[in-house]
């Protein structure tokens, strides 16, 4: 890798990294989801980089 990149990539890794434990909270501390279950909202999280957690906000969280 060269290093030219990294002024972008780490960035990135730290936004997909705080987006994910975000969502991740959110979803162990809601009950409630507008579809799915707490396992499968998990796996999409943790499996899916940007677009797991952009699912679920989008998807997924119940508004209460």
């Known amino acids: 890798m060269k290093t030219e990149y ?8 730290i936004a997909q990294f705080a987006l ?3 969502a991740l909270y959110n979803v162990l ?3 409630k989801y507008k ?3 707490r ?3 998990i796996v999409i ?6 677009i797991g957690p952009a699912a679920y ?3 997924g969280k119940d508004d209460e």
Request: glycine residues 10%.
């Open 29 to 31: 501390t809601h009950k």
């Open 57 to 59: 906000f989008a998807l």
């Open 6 to 13: 990294l002024p972008f990539i780490i960035p990135l890794a």
């Open 35 to 37: 579809f799915g279950n």
């Open 45 to 50: 999280v943790v499996c899916f980089g940007f």
């Open 20 to 22: 994910m434990g975000y």
């Open 39 to 41: 396992i499968i909202w």
